[in-house]
Structure formats: structure tokens, C-alpha cells
């Protein structure tokens, strides 16, 4: 496999979470004005769909989540997630400041799904870096091999 057919396979999932027990989503979105992607208080129920399409029942959800996705394309570059969703969040600092000083907990997760037995790496650009610590927001990478099938 080439490094561009290794490329195409190699795909990120970025987002931006909002997550603690007391967390009311509604409140997330009016204070950010914009929709979540994913949202849920504690104890909701958690359900999901089977390949059947028959509906699974999980355990509720153990803490509240407000989430947005960068909206990209899964095989563009991770600094054009994390630009995407920096562009949206940078006009709140302030608010994202509260949020964080009511204690809740905010970080970008990073999916790095990759389709071989290469060794995944990658860079964000110090430019970047500094702007997610202005913002006072905790960054998580997990690595996934897909086993070639990304």
C-alpha cells in the first residue's frame, strides 16, 4: 500500500465534549448558541441499534455529555478538525471559562482510526497547541486500528 492509498484509509473523528454529572445540556446550547451534535443529561437512557435494527438497551448514561463535531470530512487533516472547531468556540472563552469553573469537564477527543500495521503519527502545529490552552480545554488522543478496514 502506497502513502496515499494509506492516507485514504486513515481517517480522524475530532470533537469538542462538555461532560459532569450536573450537566444540563439545554443550558449548553443556550449559553454557546449553537446545537450539539450529541447531548444527554445523567441517567438518561442509553440505547443503540443492532445491525438488525433492532433496538439495544444499555445501562442509563453515568454523567451528562453536551458534544460537537468539526463537521469535516473524516480524511482531512486533524489541524483542519481542530481549526473548525476552534473557529466555533474562540468567540466563548468566557463562557467556556464558566462552564469549567462550575466544574465541569471540557476536552477535544481525537479518534485516530488507521487501517494497517504502520506506526500512526502525527503533529499539531504550536499555533494550535496554544490555542486550545487559552481555552482552558483538555486534549485526549486514542489510537484505533481498524485492522484494514477504515
Known sequence: MNTLEREHRDYFSVSFRIAGDDLDPSRVTELL???????????????????????????PFRTGLWAIDSNLDRHCRLHEHFTNL???????????????????????????FFADAHQPGYSLSYDILVRIGALGITLNICLYPTGGEA
Open 33 to 59: 448558541e449553537m446545537a450539539p451534535h450529541l447531548a444527554h443529561r445523567k441517567g438518561d437512557p442509553n440505547t443503540g441499534k443492532a445491525k438488525s435494527g433492532k433496538i439495544i438497551y444499555f445501562s
Open 86 to 112: 476552534l473557529e466555533r468556540l474562540e468567540p466563548h472563552k468566557d463562557k467556556l471559562a464558566e462552564l469549567r469553573k462550575d466544574g465541569f469537564e471540557l476536552d477535544f477527543f481525537c479518534g485516530h
